[in-house]
């Protein structure tokens, strides 16, 4: 692929909850198999829910997980003093910021006032 993914909470969410359209399934089980990223916060929120699954456990456990750092803390400050965002969502921009990936997420209003940031909502593929 080339490309670097960083995939959001609610894709994880909404993919094991069988709620992807065909295509963005496709497109996201590629995504997976070729480099599966997500941010330290997207594990909390997704292994965070109180009806969690060991199939769900062991599925993140494949997951690259990308932890904080200073340039992923500095853009998230950036991101808070420049934008109306939630602190869990300027996480995972940051990231992807710091990083050059695209966010895969469902929820483009969350990130659309961040022109730098390139996002693929897989129900638009």
């Known amino acids: 692929m080339g490309q670097k993914y960083l ?3 609610n894709v994880l969410i909404d993919a094991q909850m069988n709620r992807l359209p065909q295509k963005g ?3 996201l089980a590629k995504v997976i198999n070729e480099d599966f990223t997500i941010s330290f916060i997207t594990q909390i929120e997704y292994l965070g829910y109180k009806d969690i ?3 769900m456990e062991v599925f993140v456990s ?3 997980v990308i932890e904080i750092d200073k340039f992923i803390i500095q853009n998230c400050i950036d991101l808070r003093r420049n934008y109306k965002i939630k602190l869990p969502d300027a ?5 992807a910021l710091a990083r050059n990936f695209i966010l895969i997420t469902n929820n483009e209003k969350d990130f659309a006032q961040i022109q730098s940031l390139t996002v693929i909502n897989l129900y638009s593929l």
Do not use: G, Q, R
Not at 91 to 95: C, E, H, Q
């Open 62 to 64: 494949l997951a690259d």
């Open 53 to 55: 699954t060991k199939s």
């Open 91 to 95: 996480i995972i921009a940051a990231t």
């Open 7 to 9: 995939m959001d909470t």
């Open 25 to 27: 399934l496709n497109f």
